[in-house]
């Protein structure tokens, strides 16, 4: 079953690259945040909003969205050189990407089983590797110092204004987009495993066994219950989101800050949150997997009382 995805994981992680496309913004959100440059904003600070490179119609392709392309192309590219000529006994790039393969498989079935992994492998291995090699590119020196910007003669530096480069997670558009993508695709697997009915009896039915005046009761307040699990359910997408944008921004905020705080000592400050950022960068995708797996688990588990009859 691991030999299968091996082979076939190098094709689904291609999905990477719509998932950078995703990451669009609109021409009004490239021009506000090249206005707040232009009003004054201190040079130092990174964006909350990423910076148009090329205008195509309505929309800017970001300095984000460049680094999410040169992931997702990389990582295929990789992936198609490991898998290109598969043998018995693997070595160089096919080992590395057997063995990372098989523990994401490995780590998975532990956790949801394996029935469910085998329907669902595909989408959590491709989404933490593309995270984990997207947060790790953020952290490659030249990403969010090289640019267009200007020389200040008083402080003998050069203060980048437009970066070609930004940390593609910490761009909310970016996260944004996976988290969305991961909404509608665990609505189809709650479906397909539950169906229609099943699905609503999950959310809004009452669990136990009860009779009488209690079931009354209970079916009452369990239906009540699951309009507060609805809400829960819809901003699932917001805090996946968000944690990851969050924790990506305020690490290269962090390392900014770091570097600018001793001019002289630019170097040798952010070395300590340099490698503090590498293990985050893991963390974070690891993160992401795991919630989005064990969101999909609680869905597709059946309570007794609730197995779907076919």
Not at 110 to 125: C, D, M, P, Q
Not at 162 to 171: T, V
Not at 206 to 215: A, Q
Request: hydrophobic share 55%; proline share 5%; with cysteine.
């Amino acid at each position: 079953m691991v030999c299968r995805y091996f082979r076939l994981l190098p094709l689904l992680l291609s999905a990477v690259a719509l998932l950078a496309f995703s990451g669009v913004a609109p021409a009004s959100v490239a021009a506000d945040s090249a206005h707040g440059n232009a009003a004054g904003k201190n040079e130092e600070t990174l964006s909350l909003k990423p910076e148009p490179l090329l205008q195509i119609g309505k929309f800017a392709v970001t300095n984000s969205m460049l680094v999410t392309w040169i992931v997702a192309v990389g990582i295929v590219i990789f992936a198609q050189v490991a898998t290109r000529n598969v043998r018995p006994v693997p070595s160089g790039a096919q080992n590395f990407w057997e063995w990372l393969v098989e523990s994401l498989y490995n780590f998975l079935e532990s956790i949801i089983g394996s029935e469910l992994v085998r329907k669902t492998f595909w989408f959590f291995a491709t989404i933490f590797i593309f995270i984990l090699f997207v947060n790790w590119f953020g952290l490659i020196p030249g990403v969010g110092t090289i640019g267009w910007g200007h020389y200040d003669a008083a402080t003998n530096r050069f203060h980048v204004e437009q970066p070609l480069f930004r940390g593609g997670n910490a761009d909310l558009n970016m996260t944004s987009a996976m988290s969305l993508i991961f909404f509608a695709l665990w609505i189809i697997w709650a479906i397909q495993a539950n169906g229609v009915g099943g699905f609503l009896l999950h959310i809004f039915g009452p669990k136990g066994e009860t009779s009488g005046i209690l079931k009354v009761v209970m079916v009452v307040i369990f239906f009540m219950v699951g309009w507060l699990e609805v809400v829960s359910i819809l901003f699932r997408p917001i805090s996946l989101s968000f944690r990851l944008f969050g924790n990506v921004y305020a690490g290269e905020s962090i390392l900014g800050a770091m570097s600018n705080m001793v001019p002289m000592l630019s170097w040798l400050i952010p070395i300590p949150f340099y490698f503090m950022e590498v293990l985050v960068g893991l963390v974070q995708a690891l993160v992401f997997m795991l919630l989005t797996a064990v969101f999909t688990l609680l869905i597709a588990k059946h309570e007794p009382g609730h197995e779907r009859h076919s």
